[in-house]
């Protein structure tokens, strides 16, 4: 067994990125980074398979910064994603990445937000676009995008975009790149489509798969049979018992979402549905709620949960089984990340077995099945997230800083800054998460008071 070497200076890199990247506490690469890097820096095509957590942005990250000419301000690296959120974190990343190099400029262009800012920024050059297709085949159809000069393609969690219907915008937008370019596909799982992709725009890949199983210490999955009748009871008692501060329901359908959601409401659970259907504005707040702690339970399908970063997940649950063992594997990996310990819950009902079977197979262990009537409600108070939202009626485009706003609640409203929790601005909302009993005290001083010499309006979400 030829042991690989995990060190980022056994690789061509220049001396600033090797410093970049030891300011950033990156000690030793990733086993996916430790494979993928290698074939990327020599310019080859790369097929790999790797989930969400395992290094794979900082892996494409340090590949398409490698060849870049700071002095050439058109697009030479395209990366596209398949949400808005993940296109952030993507950007997020690459800037800290692009450290080491005077001036790269990265620009996101995804939908949900208006044309005409993202033109002006365009028109200055940007070395780096980061997009979802929708928008990215937008701007090459206007013309106020060129890829003429692209040296790299990333296609990341291409699995995702293929099932969100994007095969023919990724097309479309391939056929407007050089041919000479380096493509890069990171997927966590493998069907039919990513092949046809492969096959049909890639050149001699070489492929890189880094196994997907979680640490059993780190993740404990429990299996309950259920009938299909039982579903959202079922759910309920889980959350009773268990009482996660933060939990992700995954259901197949949208209307199975807003099903379990109402279920969960009508108990007294905070919870609610991530779907495809949502416009961009909800979606921000649901994610918003959810990552300040004023949400205990997301009700989501997959494809609406792709891309989601959140840490300390506390729980996930399997509302049905997913019907692709990979899938199942990519959902509970969501739990127990950072070092966290995770649990994992799937309820089976008997049609269902054959699911249950491919996991154990895939796992090569047995599975954990315990019995429902054997979970206790804990207490009989409702499961109450920690944190309420504040939604302030102005955002970036107001010139509306965080600090304006903790400034405000530390300030006039009088609430010590322990009490005070994340702060989300958008551009024309901003929200802010404090601890549920002092919400309502916050919203009266914040109504009555002023925001940077402003009164705006607040409510509570």
Not at 39 to 49: P, R, S, T
Not at 302 to 315: E, F, P, S, T
């Amino acid at each position: 067994m030829t042991t690989i070497a995990t060190a980022f200076a056994t690789l061509p890199l220049s001396a600033a990125m090797l410093a970049n990247l030891d300011a950033l506490g990156y000690a030793q690469m990733t086993p996916i980074q430790a494979q993928s890097l290698p074939v990327m820096l020599k310019g080859m095509d790369l097929i790999a398979q790797a989930k969400t957590g395992s290094g794979k942005t900082a892996a494409f990250g340090i590949g398409l910064l490698n060849p870049l000419n700071p002095r050439y301000f058109g697009c030479q690296a395209l990366v596209l994603c398949p949400t808005r959120e993940l296109a952030d974190q993507v950007a997020k990343e690459l800037r800290r990445l692009a450290r080491s190099e005077d001036n790269i400029k990265i620009l996101t262009l995804c939908g949900g937000v208006s044309l005409g800012p993202q033109i002006a920024s365009l028109e200055h050059g940007a070395h780096i676009i980061v997009g979802t297709p929708g928008r990215v085949q937008q701007h090459l159809s206007k013309g106020t995008l060129v890829l003429d000069g692209l040296n790299t393609l990333v296609l990341d969690e291409a699995d995702r975009m293929l099932d969100m219907g994007f095969y023919d915008a990724i097309a479309d937008i391939i056929g407007q790149t050089p041919k000479r370019r380096q493509t890069l596909l990171f997927s966590a799982t493998y069907p039919a489509g990513i092949k046809q992709l492969a096959s049909t725009f890639m050149r001699d890949p070489q492929t890189v798969k880094v196994e997907s199983q979680h640490a059993d210490s780190q993740i404990e999955q429990r299996f309950y049979e259920i009938n299909p009748d039982q579903r959202m009871d079922a759910v309920s008692k889980l959350l009773g018992h268990f009482r996660p501060q933060s939990c992700v329901a995954f259901c197949f359908t949208k209307q199975q979402c807003q099903e379990l959601v109402e279920h969960l409401q009508a108990k007294g659970i905070a919870a609610q549905a991530l779907h495809g259907d949502l416009e961009q504005r909800d979606r921000d707040q649901v994610l918003t709620l959810f990552a300040n702690r004023s949400l205990s339970v997301l009700v989501a399908t997959d494809v609406a949960a792709r891309g989601l970063d959140i840490d300390a997940l506390d729980m996930v649950i399997n509302v049905e089984l997913a019907r692709d063992a990979e899938i199942h594997v990519h959902r509970v990996g969501r739990t127990g990340r950072a070092g966290e310990k995770g649990l994992a819950v799937s309820l089976v009902a008997p049609a269902e077995g054959h699911r249950a079977q491919a996991i154990e197979d895939m796992q090569k262990a047995a599975l954990r099945w315990e019995q429902l009537d054997s979970l206790k409600a804990q207490n009989g108070a409702p499961l109450l997230p920690t944190m309420s939202t504040l939604c302030i009626a102005a955002g970036r485009k107001d010139k509306l800083r965080p600090g304006d706003i903790l400034g405000a609640l530390t300030g006039d409203a009088g609430l010590p800054g322990t009490q005070v929790g994340k702060i989300a601005i958008f551009d024309f909302q901003a929200f802010v998460a404090v601890e549920r009993a002092v919400a309502k005290q916050a919203l009266q001083r914040l109504n009555s008071g002023k925001i940077k010499g402003r009164s705006l309006r607040v409510r509570i979400v």
